[in-house]
C-alpha cells in the first residue's frame, strides 16, 4: 500500500492557536504526550520572557535543562477542541506525525496516511481545514521522518530491530501475553539466549530514550483541558504508613502507600481521603462509590472494575476473576493488573489472592504485611495470635486452601506460581 504525508492547515478558534495569536512571533511546536502536550516554543528572547511570565497557560511548567534564550519547553493540557480534533484526524484514516505546529492562530498538522485517492474533503470534518501539501513516502523521507519523530535515539543493529519488530507482531507486549522469547526465537531461527539478548538491548535503547519525556508527562501539574491536580496525605496508625491521595477535579487518579510524608506537599485532609482512612481503621464501607479517574488500560481497567465489586469480608482468588472476565487462562494477566493499581485500597486489590492458599504478596509498600493488615482489618482473616499484629499471610481458614491435586498443579503451571506475586 502507498503511504503519503499530507500537511493540513488548521484554525482552531481557542486553545494554542488563539492564544499564539497574542505573540505572533513565537513558533510552538507540539507533541502529544498521553493526556499532555509537550510544547517547545521558539523565538525573539523578549517574546519568550513575556510568555514564561504570562498566567494565560496557567503558569506554563518549564522543564529543568529545556530552556535557552531562543527556547524554552512547557507541558500543556489541550482543549477539549483540540482533542477533538486529533481524535477525528485518527478516525479519518490519518495518523498524525508530530510535532503540530502552531503559529499566528494556524496549525500545521501532518498526517500519514494509505493510498487516498485525490485531496477528499478535510478529514476533521467540522474543523476548517487547508490542503497544504501530500508528499508520496519514499524510503529516503521515512528514515528523515523516523529521525524527526525519535531525534536522538540510539541506532538498533538490524537483528535488533527484527528482534523488537517480531516482538510486536507476535502479541509479546500484548497483555495477556501471546508469546514468548523462545516464540520469537522460533520464528526468527535464533537460540533462545541470543533473541533474549538483542531483545533487552533493544528495550534498552527505546526506554533510556523515551524515559525523558515520560518523566516530563508525569511531573506535569494539570491533565486533560488544563483541569488541576489536587494532592492529598494523612498518616494511619494501622498500617503505619501515609496514604497519598492524588484527586483529578473531584475523581481520585492515584493513591500510594508511603513509609515517609510525600515530598514537597502539605500534609493534608480531604473528604474522600477521611472515608478511605476510615475504612482502613474499620474495614467498614466498600467505597464503591468513589469516583476514579484511572489512565490504564482496557483490560486493566476490567480487571480493576471487577475488583470494586469484592464485597469488604470476602477475598477472590486470580483465576476467578479472570473467569468473569472471561479470559480463563489469564491468571497471570490479572495479577499484572492487579500490581499495577494505582488506586490501592479504594481499589481493593488487596482482596485477590492465591488458588493455593494463604494471601499471597502486594506490591505496595509494606508488602504482605500490609495486605494482611487490611483484610484483617476487613474480617477476611481470622484474629489470632499472629493476625494481631496484622502480620499473618497464610493461616488465615476464610482463604483457600489448596488440595492436594492442586499443589501438584501449582507445581507444574507457572501462572498459579504467578498468582503469588501481586
Request: positive net charge.
Amino acid at each position: 500500500m502507498t503511504g503519503f504525508v499530507e500537511e493540513w492547515e488548521v484554525r482552531l478558534g481557542a486553545g494554542l492557536a488563539a492564544f499564539s495569536r497574542r505573540y505572533p512571533d513565537i513558533v510552538y511546536s507540539a507533541r502529544p504526550l498521553g493526556f499532555r502536550w509537550a510544547i517547545r516554543c521558539s523565538g525573539p528572547p523578549e517574546s519568550l520572557a513575556q510568555l514564561r511570565e504570562s498566567s494565560a497557560l496557567r503558569a506554563p511548567r518549564t522543564e529543568p535543562g529545556a530552556r535557552s534564550d531562543s527556547s524554552f519547553v512547557f507541558t500543556y493540557g489541550p482543549t477539549s477542541a483540540e482533542v477533538s480534533l486529533i481524535r477525528k484526524l485518527a478516525e479519518a484514516g490519518g495518523f498524525v506525525l508530530p510535532p503540530m505546529v502552531v503559529r499566528q492562530g494556524e496549525m500545521r498538522v501532518r498526517l500519514l496516511v494509505e493510498g487516498r485517492s485525490g485531496t477528499g474533503p478535510a478529514p476533521a470534518g467540522a474543523f476548517p481545514m487547508r490542503l497544504v501539501s501530500r508528499r508520496r513516502l519514499t524510503a529516503a523521507r521515512l528514515e528523515e521522518e523516523l529521525e524527526r519523530q525519535a531525534p536522538g535515539i540510539p541506532r538498533l543493529t538490524p537483528r535488533q530491530s527484527e528482534v523488537l519488530l517480531e516482538a510486536v507482531r507476535s502479541g509479546y507486549y500484548e497483555v495477556p501475553r501471546r508469546a514468548n522469547v523462545m516464540t520469537i526465537a522460533r520464528t526468527l531461527s535464533l537460540g533462545r539466549s541470543t533473541a533474549e539478548e538483542h531483545l533487552r538491548a533493544a528495550e534498552s535503547a527505546v526506554i533510556r530514550s523515551a524515559a525523558p519525556l515520560v518523566e516530563m508527562s508525569r511531573s506535569a501539574g494539570a491533565v486533560d483541558g488544563g483541569e488541576p491536580v489536587a494532592h492529598f496525605a494523612q498518616f494511619s496508625s494501622e498500617l503505619e504508613l501515609y496514604v497519598d491521595l492524588t484527586l483529578r477535579g473531584d475523581r481520585v487518579a492515584q493513591v500510594r502507600l508511603l513509609r515517609s510524608a510525600p515530598r514537597s506537599r502539605v500534609v493534608r485532609d480531604h473528604p474522600l481521603l477521611s472515608r478511605i482512612l476510615e475504612h482502613i481503621r474499620t474495614g467498614a464501607d466498600d467505597l464503591r462509590d468513589v469516583p476514579v479517574d484511572l489512565d490504564v488500560s482496557p483490560f486493566e481497567r476490567g480487571v480493576l472494575e471487577e475488583l470494586r465489586r469484592i464485597p469488604p469480608g470476602e477475598t477472590r482468588t486470580y483465576s476467578e476473576i479472570a473467569r468473569r472476565l472471561g479470559r480463563p487462562g489469564a491468571a497471570r494477566a490479572v495479577g499484572n493488573a492487579c500490581s499495577h493499581n494505582p488506586a490501592v485500597v479504594v481499589i481493593p486489590c488487596h482482596r485477590v489472592v492465591p488458588s493455593h492458599g494463604g494471601i499471597g504478596r502486594y506490591s505496595a509498600t509494606g508488602g504482605t504485611a500490609t495486605k494482611a493488615r487490611l483484610l484483617l482489618r476487613e474480617g477476611a482473616v481470622p484474629r489470632g495470635p499472629q493476625a494481631e499484629g496484622g502480620l499473618s499471610t497464610g493461616s488465615a481458614s476464610s482463604l483457600p486452601s489448596p488440595s492436594r491435586h492442586q499443589k501438584k498443579r501449582s507445581a507444574e503451571t507457572p501462572e498459579r506460581t504467578r498468582e503469588g506475586d501481586r
